[in-house]
């Protein structure tokens, strides 16, 4: 597509729920990362894929967050027993190589947990 | 450890005025530093440096690195209400991670 696409836009859930936020990178960007930024905060790094795998997840904040890149294009980030601390901005971001150059970023997913 | 720090937090000044805003990080594995403008959702990219002393620059907005003492500066130059926004400063490693700063707010008044 032309840019990073992310849905939905918007996802009010209650706690507990478990949700799913998709990202559709530019084509042929091997790289993809996923943020969350809380109001007044820079965004704060989840995980990056390289191709299908997840390069660093170091940044998962525990189990009950999960995010796959199947076929090395479009990734889910997959939140499980969401809780109201997770509310947030999900953004997505692609490159075109692994060297973490430009980031091109989708409009984001806002999470609101209830 | 990859701490990224802008300064100031916020920063109010009047159509006109040249502002410059600073970002200070951490030396590991260090790849790159770059600036984003957001305004509402998706951060847009402005720069990329990654050579001490050199000066990026675009318009009214330009930008330069210094590896020794660790830190960057974005210059805006006759600022306009357009630019309004957060700026933010990157840091991203040679094993691909990007890590952010908290921004700065610029408000830029008529």
């Known amino acids: 597509g032309a840019g990073v696409s992310q849905t939905p836009s918007n996802k009010v859930t209650e706690k507990g729920k478990y949700v799913e936020l998709r990202c559709d990178p530019i084509?042929?960007?091997?790289?993809l990362y996923w943020y969350r930024q809380s109001l007044g905060q820079g965004p704060e790094f989840l995980i990056y894929f390289q191709g299908t795998g997840a390069a660093d997840d170091s940044g998962l904040p525990n189990d009950r967050f999960f995010a796959v890149r199947p076929e090395g294009s479009v990734s889910t980030l997959k939140i499980q027993r969401t809780e109201r601390g997770d509310s947030a901005v999900y953004l997505c971001?692609?490159?075109?190589?692994?060297?973490?150059?430009?980031?091109?970023f989708g409009e984001g997913s806002r999470l609101t947990v209830l | 450890e990859d701490k990224v720090v802008q300064s100031p937090l916020s920063l109010v000044v009047h159509e006109g005025d040249t502002v410059t805003l600073n970002c200070s990080y951490e030396?590991?594995?260090?790849?790159?530093l770059l600036w984003y403008k957001q305004e509402k959702k998706a951060p847009t990219f402005l720069f990329m440096l990654t050579s001490s002393g050199i000066e990026k620059k675009s318009g009214r907005l330009s930008s330069i690195l210094d590896k020794k003492e660790l830190f960057s500066i974005l210059n805006i130059t006759a600022t306009q209400t357009g630019d309004s926004a957060v700026y933010l400063c990157v840091r991203n490693t040679n094993a691909g991670k990007s890590t952010f700063g908290d921004g700065t707010t610029l408000t830029v008044k008529p």
């Open positions: 030396v590991t594995n260090f790849r790159s």
């Open positions: 971001a692609s490159s075109l190589t692994g060297s973490a150059g430009e980031l091109f």
């Open positions: 084509s042929g960007h091997t790289a």
